[in-house]
């Protein structure tokens, strides 16, 4: 988890779009939002959340091919604190591990 998150920014998810679209709904909790198409738009309090996905080519290492989803951040209208309380939730129910 960062402890700082700016206003806009990308990262790479390893999972596949069904994968994403099947945590989404936890991840952002109780606040409204809607898709279209690749595009989720997520109301906040004092603000909005743009996220913006694009499927990328798999990621190969020796044998293995990892998916990977590239997801574009845009807050509109929160600050640091907002964005934080935000994105700690929402690393927490989008981290995977394996043991």
């Known amino acids: 988890m960062q402890s700082h998150?700016?206003?806009?920014f990308e990262r790479?998810?390893?999972c596949t779009e069904a994968e994403?679209?099947?945590?989404?709904?936890?991840?952002?909790?109780?606040?409204?939002?809607r898709r279209d198409g690749s595009l989720v738009e997520v109301e906040l309090p004092g603000g909005r959340l743009y996220l913006q996905w694009t499927v990328m080519p798999r990621r190969v290492i020796a044998l293995v091919r990892l998916p990977v989803l590239r997801v574009r951040f845009r807050?509109?209208?929160?600050?640091?604190?907002?964005?934080?309380?935000?994105?700690?939730?929402?690393?927490?129910?989008?981290?995977?591990?394996?043991?």
Do not use: K, N, S
């Not at 998150?5 to 806009?8: F, L, V």
């Not at 945590?23 to 109780?30: F, M, N, S, V």
């Open 12 to 14: 790479d998810m390893g």
């Open 20 to 33: 994403w679209l099947g945590w989404l709904p936890a991840a952002i909790g109780e606040h409204p939002w």
């Open 75 to 99: 807050f509109d209208g929160l600050d640091d604190a907002q964005r934080y309380a935000f994105m700690r939730r929402f690393d927490l129910y989008m981290q995977r591990g394996g043991g």
């Open 5 to 8: 998150y700016a206003e806009a």
